[in-house]
């Protein structure tokens, strides 16, 4: 890359898990709003997984979409958004449907990290310093065309965008082939 002047690849949670997921299971709309501003790179993506009392157990989520008829309003928190303080926008795993079997009613939802209702606490790790917080969401307003895929399938879009991180994550450190 330095020989030819070019700058380093993008990485980000947009290129490699959001868009995958908005290019399989997106509608056209979500595609034609998310796709352009995440291949310029104009926007960060937090991801709005774990949550406390849960951790990395999914199935177990708490936050809730509640249909507001015109919208959703999500209430909930999350944990160890990795760089929830930065992030423009949040794709986000929610429980849609309470009466629903444990994989099922768990939808993926997008919304602006500005959107009142959303705030943010660092979590501090023994060097004073953490890419990681706390995310709250109270009474959050999310339309309802930012739900990626069907209403309460998102443990399957899920899944799909989790190979994604994990292609990132074990591909963390390559550098293409004659680079030093």
């Avoid at 157990?57 to 999500?74: F, N, V």
């Avoid at 992030?87 to 009613?105: I, K, N, Q, T, Y």
């Avoid at 023994?126 to 999310?142: A, H, Q």
């Amino acid at each position: 890359l330095q020989i030819i002047g070019a700058r380093a690849p993008l990485y980000s949670f947009g290129i490699s898990m959001i868009g995958p997921a908005l290019l399989k299971y997106g509608s056209e709309r979500l595609k034609h709003q998310h796709l352009p501003p995440i291949v310029r790179g104009e926007v960060r993506w937090a991801q709005g997984y774990s949550e406390p009392n849960a951790g990395s157990d999914l199935a177990s989520l708490q936050a809730r979409l509640e249909d507001k008829g015109d919208h959703y309003l999500l209430n909930g928190s999350k944990i160890w958004t990795s760089y929830g303080d930065l992030g423009d926008w949040m794709f986000c795993l929610v429980r849609s449907d309470s009466e629903a079997p444990r994989h099922a009613g768990i939808s993926l939802v997008l919304f602006d990290m500005a959107t009142k209702g959303v705030s943010t606490r660092p979590i501090r790790l023994i060097s004073g310093k953490s890419p990681f917080t706390e995310t709250f969401f109270d009474n959050v307003r999310v339309e309802k065309d930012q739900v990626v895929g069907e209403l309460n399938s998102g443990w399957t879009v899920a899944k799909y965008l989790l190979t994604h991180e994990r292609e990132m994550i074990g591909g963390s450190g390559l550098r293409p082939s004659g680079e030093e």
